[in-house]
C-alpha cells in the first residue's frame, strides 16, 4: 500500500497552511489549520476499512520550558509522541482525501462535528489534554488540528500520517474514543500499513 499527498513532498516542510500555529507580525498566532490532501493505493485484497492516525513523536517532554523566550528546548531533549489526528471505519472505497475537506480553521474547544469520509468517525486529537486548562480552549478536539511546535524548540518536529487497510468494516469505539483506543481495536486487523510524513517548526533557526 502506498500514501502520498500533493499538499507535502515527503520529508518535506508542511506549509502554514496546513499547520495550526504560525509566526505573525508580533510573535506566534493561529494559523489556516487546514487538513493536507492524503491519496492511496495498492490496497489489499479483503480490505474493508481504513485508519488514519497522525503522529508527531518530537514534542518535548518537560512541559516547564515550552514557549519561552528565556530558554531553547535542546534538540537531544527526550521526546513524547503528540496525536494531532485519528479517524477510524473511513469505508473500503475511498482512496483519497482533499485538502480542507476535514478542517478549515481552529475552533475554540474543539470542532464538534468534524467533516470526513461519509461513515467515518474522528476520535480526540492531543490538543483536548493540552488545553485543558484554558477556560477559552478547553473541550473535546475531535479531528484533525495541524502542527504548533514549540517556537523555542531546536529540534525539527516530523508529522507522520499513518493509513491503515483492516479486515473489518467497523471497529468497536466508544463515541469518545483517541489513537490508544485505535490502536487497541485494530489489534491483530491489520492487512497493510503505509505512512508519509513532513516537518515543521516554528523556530527560524531551525533548518531542514
Known amino acids: 500500500m502506498q500514501i502520498r499527498s500533493n499538499s507535502f513532498q515527503h520529508r518535506q516542510r508542511l506549509a502554514a497552511e496546513f499547520a495550526a500555529g504560525q509566526a505573525t507580525a ?11 490532501h492524503l491519496a492511496w493505493d495498492d490496497v489489499p485484497a479483503g480490505a474493508r476499512s481504513f485508519a488514519l492516525i497522525c503522529i508527531d513523536p518530537d514534542v518535548p517532554t518537560v512541559a516547564e520550558m515550552v514557549g519561552r523566550a528565556d530558554v531553547r528546548i535542546p534538540e537531544h531533549q527526550v521526546r ?3 496525536i494531532h489526528w485519528v479517524m477510524a471505519d473511513i469505508p473500503a472505497d475511498v482512496r483519497e482525501i482533499a485538502a480542507g475537506s476535514c478542517s478549515d480553521g481552529v475552533v475554540a474547544h474543539g470542532k464538534r462535528d468534524p467533516a470526513g469520509p461519509r461513515g467515518a468517525r474522528q476520535g480526540l486529537n492531543d490538543y483536548t489534554g493540552w488545553f485543558a486548562s484554558d477556560p477559552a480552549m478547553a473541550g473535546d478536539w475531535y479531528g484533525y488540528d495541524g502542527p504548533f511546535p514549540p517556537p523555542n524548540d531546536l529540534r525539527l518536529h516530523r508529522y507522520f500520517f499513518r493509513l491503515y487497510a483492516l479486515d473489518v468494516e467497523r471497529l468497536p469505539l466508544a463515541p469518545r474514543f483517541g489513537a490508544g483506543d485505535v490502536f487497541n481495536a485494530m489489534h491483530g486487523h491489520v492487512l497493510a500499513q503505509a505512512s508519509i510524513y513532513g516537518t515543521y517548526s516554528l523556530n527560524p533557526a531551525v533548518k531542514g
Not at 508580533?26 to 493536507?36: C, I, L
Open 80 to 82: 513524547g509522541d503528540f
Open 26 to 36: 508580533d510573535g506566534f498566532g493561529f494559523a489556516a489549520n487546514r487538513n493536507p
